[in-house]
């Protein structure tokens, strides 16, 4: 076969091969602008609406004036989101950090551990927040139980009662329902580090100390910035583990941004349906979670470049 007949054979062969591929990925490239682009387009419209189940009528930015100058609760739902997440990801992300490390040394039973470990992340965020709410209970609570018995406490304590302690334990639930999913993005990173290194580093001497800050850390530094990105925004994000324990108690003082948005898109909890302020929230929810996004990039842009 001649030159030019192989080429235009390999040229049929990669032109084939790229319409197939298109074919394969157009299915879900269709359900994701559907479903992302879609509902993106429907807020942004409604956002200069005053809408409801019935009627919308339009207003201009009559909703953003009134989310920046008539609505405290709103940034005060948004200080609680930044709180509850800054606090939960300072313990979240060392702790996942740390258990993969100590999976990633291959010690005996560590596949159990490594199961055992990962069942919160398979579990619904709605049955966790469930259950930390009957856990931390006023009355016949078992943490309750559990501090009165060591004599760490006199009577029980009223977690739902108190803003900062019902954020304490927004915090412990969902660190515990989130850290597994952490720790094997980090496992993984760990497992693609080349072991020739680390044999490399036992011969001139260097300490594990040394090696986890010195290797190991700027290894994994892309992943990581990934993985902590990922971990912000889904913190930023949370929404159905606290509708499913404190629902916003007490008074509203551990309302978070998406809990607040969806009671008024969906007239939840006595409040009537506002599509168009919730969209207009919505918006300014977005370009929220863009700027931090884009600000965290920014920051940590060095960590692509460590090797």
Do not use: H
Not at 209 to 214: A, I, L
């Amino acid at each position: 076969m001649s030159e030019k007949a192989l080429k235009k054979r390999g040229g049929f062969s990669i032109k084939k091969d790229s319409t197939q591929a298109v074919l394969m990925l157009l299915p879900m490239l269709l359900g994701f602008a559907l479903f992302t682009y879609g509902p993106i387009l429907y807020i942004i419209r409604y956002c200069l609406y005053k809408a409801n189940d019935f009627k919308a009528t339009y207003i201009g930015f009559d909703n953003f004036a009134r989310l920046f100058s008539r609505d405290p609760a709103f940034w005060d739902a948004m200080l609680n989101t930044v709180i509850l997440s800054a606090g939960k990801l300072v313990i979240e992300i060392p702790l996942a950090m740390f258990l993969a490390v100590l999976l990633n040394k291959g010690i005996k039973g560590t596949g159990f551990f490594r199961t055992t470990l990962f069942l919160p992340a398979i579990t619904s965020t709605a049955i966790v927040g469930l259950i930390f709410s009957l856990m931390f209970a006023s009355f016949d609570g078992i943490v309750n139980n559990i501090l009165q018995s060591v004599g760490l406490i006199g009577r029980p304590i009223n977690w739902m009662g108190n803003k900062w302690t019902a954020l304490e334990m927004l915090g412990i639930a969902s660190i515990w329902n989130n850290f597994p999913i952490n720790m094997i993005y980090f496992l993984m990173a760990l497992q693609s580090i080349p072991k020739e290194i680390y044999e490399c580093a036992d011969l001139d001497g260097v300490t594990p100390w040394r090696r986890f800050w010195n290797i190991t850390l700027p290894m994994i530094a892309p992943i990581a910035q990934v993985v902590v990105l990922m971990a912000i925004v889904g913190s930023l994000k949370v929404s159905d583990l606290v509708l499913a324990s404190t629902n916003g108690a007490p008074g509203g003082k551990t309302e978070v941004i998406m809990t607040y948005v969806f009671k008024y898109f969906f007239g939840y909890s006595g409040r009537s349906v506002e599509i168009g302020y919730a969209s207009a929230m919505s918006v300014v929810t977005g370009i929220f979670l863009a700027c931090v996004s884009f600000i965290y990039m920014k920051v940590t842009r060095r960590m692509n470049d460590v090797y």
